[in-house]
């Protein structure tokens, strides 16, 4: 019998493109499903029902919630092209870096959304900063997970892309490749691999979309 997989997700989401990029890597067939945040479906709020948010993985009608708990999910209940390290404590750091992304990095673009033209500047010197530390992790490394996309890969680069289109969309180049050569170079190695190129949403949509986010951002802090 079959496996039953699915993924709720939402196209412009980050932490939707984390999840494809996974089972894409290990060859895992699933069905996608479009969510629309603005109205809900009956099967989102059946499978998330505490934060009713996106993504939600679903194996054989058994749901999933939080991307870094579905990452780890499937890395542990399909063993072939594993995305962890093997040793328990280069498992920590990876774990550490990941939490790193998501409650700074990612906080910063949420806080430059609806950020005023003053605010912006200092939101900006944060984000870079943010970054420069994550370059650091990375020195002389082809990925984080070494010689292979691993876990932490799979984890920042949907951010830092999205980092990159958010500021393109407020005007700013956020990573000069002059000042962050280690990081530009890992987002271009990442997007000459195919499965990753084919997660990622076509360029002038995203940006469109990020620029009406940032719009209906701006007009709520008012």
Excluded at 35 to 57: G, M, Q, R, T
């Amino acid at each position: 019998m079959a496996e039953e997989v699915k993924l709720l997700g939402v196209w412009a989401s980050p932490f939707s493109r984390r999840i494809e990029i996974a089972l894409k890597l290990k060859d895992i067939q699933y069905e996608y499903i479009e969510e629309d945040l603005s109205n809900k479906s009956a099967l989102l709020l059946k499978y998330n029902p505490v934060h009713k948010k996106i993504p939600v993985f679903v194996h054989n009608g058994k749901p999933v919630a939080e991307s870094l708990v579905i990452l780890e999910y499937i890395d542990e209940t399909w063993k072939d092209h594993p995305i962890l390290p093997k040793h328990p404590y280069d498992r920590a750091i990876a774990r550490f870096w990941a939490k790193f992304v998501d409650e700074k990095i990612q906080q910063t673009l949420y806080k430059a959304r609806g950020a005023k033209d003053d605010e912006l500047p200092k939101i900006i010197e944060e984000g870079r900063e943010q970054m420069k530390i994550l370059e650091n992790e990375l020195k002389g490394k082809e990925f984080f997970g070494g010689e292979t996309i691993g876990y932490l890969d799979i984890v920042a680069f949907p951010v830092a892309y999205w980092f990159q289109v958010q500021f393109q969309a407020l005007g700013v180049e956020l990573l000069p490749e002059e000042k962050f050569p280690v990081v530009c170079k890992w987002i271009g190695r990442l997007l000459d691999v195919d499965v990753v190129k084919s997660c990622v949403p076509p360029r002038d949509k995203h940006l469109a979309h990020i620029k009406t986010r940032i719009e209906v951002a701006r007009a709520a802090s008012k």
